[in-house]
């Protein structure tokens, strides 16, 4: 693991709003726990160590690396000051040791382009208010100040598909919906669903539950737009959310080098999903715009990827990493798993069935080998260890995690918290190598 710490997406991917979803690290824990499991935190793979290095130790390297880079943004005016790709944003509000301390909340009028849960979760933050957060939250002081200091009163999100193709999960509608001081609106045209899109949408179950919640939802935000700005509790509202679907952004316009708008095009959907345009647009007046449209996988360097570098190239799917990025020969010994599988799909529980297939290819392969699948030259298990103390590398191991966890735990009782995390990597690893 690159960095000082374990569990990568649950810690530095979630929301700090999602604390639930962030309890999977005390199942990964039990995991660890197992004597039969090293790990290696704070070891950067084709930095420290190489895959020559973990092939002549190991029979099989597996890569659970994630995808943690923005796609770009094809718009005109993307490289506009203002315009943050969600990646930045998500490493700031949770703390990443590598991310940035400060983030830049001056504007008032915001835009947010995407469709998926990070969308919402981008959004949902930009709107949430601070003290809400560090009471439920682990989030950093850091954050907790900036996001206190947040300016934003109207946020825009734009969605290129329609109601029926929504790709966010019900949990993250249902957050959007009870967002304290914040008033949703709802383009009521958005919902104007012609019969074949409701009977294909009805066909898959958990497309027709979330037509059905997005509906009602509907009913609510125009509830709030009757009683006047209030939010979903009736109590004043100060914060304007609008949710737009059928919304594709074309252009970011500036003016000295800064946002000023966005330009989105009206689109149409059609049963099948596919996305026509109109030529109707509109300018929104916005002084930032966030886009989350997608990650690109982590590097691993003497990998090859996909032809779209969406993931590491495997074979059908299947885990088994190949030579080419259309697919070609298996490389023996290699797998790949979760977003380093498949691109950046799925939500966290979507990587466990993806874990239990892949590990099951695995040991088939390793069943047919020599010797009952013990290939590695050097099996000696404490090899790597003498190799990283060569390099002058001091990994992290579990009982160094514990540490660190537990001066975070002693930190948030102070203030009545779960949790308070510590975001810099030399206290860190002052923590763990006390």
Same mark, same amino acid.
């Given at each position: ?42 070891? #950067? ?63 008032? %009028? ?31 002081? %850091? ?14 999100? =734009? ?12 949990? #993250? ?13 709802? %383009?009521?045209?958005? =919902? ?10 009805? +066909? ?10 997005? =509906? ?7 509830? $709030? ?34 946002? +000023?708008?966005?330009?989105? #095009? ?81 939500? !966290? ?12 290819? $695995? ?20 090899? !790597? ?10 990994? !992290? ?25 510590? !975001? ?11």
């Amino acid at each position: 693991e690159k960095l000082p710490v374990p569990f990568g997406l649950v810690r530095y991917g979630v929301a700090p709003a999602h604390p639930s979803i962030k309890f999977i690290a005390s199942a990964l824990e039990k995991t660890l726990d197992n004597p039969n499991i090293h790990l290696y935190c704070d070891v #950067e793979f084709g930095k420290d160590v190489t895959l020559d290095d973990l092939l002549a130790r190991y029979d099989a390297v597996l890569f659970a690396t994630g995808a943690v880079k923005d796609k770009p943004l094809n718009l005109p005016g993307a490289d506009l000051e203002g315009v943050y790709g969600a990646a930045k944003f998500v490493e700031w509000y949770d703390g990443y040791p590598t991310g940035a301390r400060e983030w830049p909340l001056t504007a008032e %009028n915001v835009a947010v382009i995407g469709g998926g849960n990070v969308a919402m979760d981008v959004a949902r933050e930009l709107m949430r208010n601070a003290d809400d957060l560090k009471a439920k939250t682990d989030i950093p002081d %850091n954050v907790y100040e900036g996001i206190g200091q947040n300016k934003a009163k109207v946020l825009h999100l =734009f969605i290129r598909r329609g109601v029926a193709q929504a790709k966010f999960s019900v949990q #993250e509608l249902r957050e959007m919906e009870k967002l304290p001081g914040v008033q949703l609106i709802i %383009n009521e045209d958005d =919902f104007d669903l012609d019969d074949e899109t409701i009977e294909v949408a009805g +066909k898959d179950k958990l497309t027709r539950q979330m037509v059905e919640e997005l =509906f009602a939802v509907r009913e609510m935000a125009e509830d $709030m737009e009757d009683d006047g700005d209030v939010d979903f509790e009736g109590n004043p509202a100060d914060r304007k959310y609008y949710v737009h679907f059928n919304s594709a952004p074309t252009e970011i316009l500036g003016e000295d080098g800064k946002v +000023k708008a966005i330009r989105v #095009e009206r689109t149409e959907t059609g049963a099948d999903g596919k996305m026509h345009r109109t030529g109707e647009f509109t300018d929104y007046p916005v002084e930032a715009v966030y886009h989350a449209i997608g990650y690109k996988p982590a590097e691993a360097p003497g990998i090859t990827y996909d032809e779209h570098g969406a993931h590491l190239a495997n074979a059908n799917g299947d885990g088994r990493i190949t030579t080419e990025a259309d697919g070609g020969k298996v490389r023996d010994r290699l797998y790949a798993t979760g977003w380093a599988k498949r691109g950046p799909v799925g939500l !966290i529980g979507s990587t466990k069935s993806d874990a239990l297939a892949i590990v099951t290819n $695995m040991l088939e392969d390793l069943a047919k080998a020599a010797e009952g699948g013990r290939v590695a030259a050097d099996r000696d298990p404490e090899s !790597i260890d003498r190799l990283l103390a060569e390099r002058g590398i001091r990994p !992290i191991d579990f009982a160094g995690w514990k540490k660190v966890d537990a001066f975070e735990r002693a930190e948030g009782a102070k203030e009545g918290r779960e949790h308070k995390k510590v !975001i810099e990597p030399d206290q860190m690893r002052e923590l763990a190598h006390a």
